[in-house]
């Protein structure tokens, strides 16, 4: 049963409004920079191993079973290491809708979840108060992640279903990586270092005409 939240909790259509933020990838298909399914390959992987992937994915390992004084810490971190304000903000905006969400369907097993704000240690914690494993849970939001951004692609790029599903296929060697960094992760290990995606996230906000909030 716990399995089955799980992956209601990963999938996009779950209410938290994940859906409505591109990670900076409409910003850099407006400018041309990420126009082919290899392109866009190359932007999920570098998004696992050095952008959200270096970030979210421990934030979320270390959040599970995490007791609150260590929850707020990776919560602070979190907001040190998103440098720009929209990232940031989405962060806690889905954080806080996937806290309302869990206390709508589960209400005795989100009562007792701890304070946290961001999308990756409410999706740790909330993990491991539903009884989920927890390789299980950092699984689950790793593909949630994964496979949002290649829905979102079919938005804003010339590309089919299937071949923004095979981009992600691509990367299942870059998500296990990802996955395993995570799982070994302290607090000292999140990071990330991605200057060209933090500059399109950044410039999103000015675009002319936008279909996503980031």
């Given at each position: ?10 999938d ?84 806080a ?26 999706f ?28 979102s ?7 089919g ?18 996955l ?12 990330g ?14 675009l ?5 909030q980031?």
């Amino acid at each position: 049963m716990s399995l089955l939240r799980l992956l209601q909790l990963s999938d996009s259509a779950f209410p938290t409004g994940a859906y409505a933020f591109s990670d900076g990838l409409e910003t850099l298909t407006q400018r041309g920079e990420v126009r082919t399914a290899d392109d866009l390959t190359a932007f999920l992987r570098g998004q696992l191993t050095h952008g959200w992937g270096a970030q979210d994915a421990p934030a979320c390992a270390l959040a599970w079973g995490a007791d609150p004084a260590t929850l707020a810490e990776v919560d602070d971190l979190l907001d040190d290491l998103k440098l720009v304000a929209g990232p940031r903000a989405a962060s806690t905006r889905v954080g806080a809708n996937l806290r309302r969400a869990a206390t709508h369907l589960w209400p005795e097993r989100a009562a007792a979840l701890p304070a946290t704000r961001h999308h990756a240690t409410t999706f740790g914690a909330l993990g491991y108060a539903l009884g989920a494993a927890r390789t299980e849970t950092v699984t689950a939001f790793v593909s949630g992640w994964l496979l949002g951004r290649a829905t979102s692609a079919t938005r804003l790029m010339k590309l089919g279903g299937l071949d923004a599903q095979r981009c992600a296929a691509q990367c299942e060697a870059a998500a296990q990586r990802c996955l395993q960094a995570a799982l070994h992760a302290s607090p000292d290990d999140l990071g990330g270092f991605s200057p060209l995606l933090d500059l399109a996230a950044h410039e999103q906000a000015a675009l002319d005409q936008r279909l996503f909030q980031t």
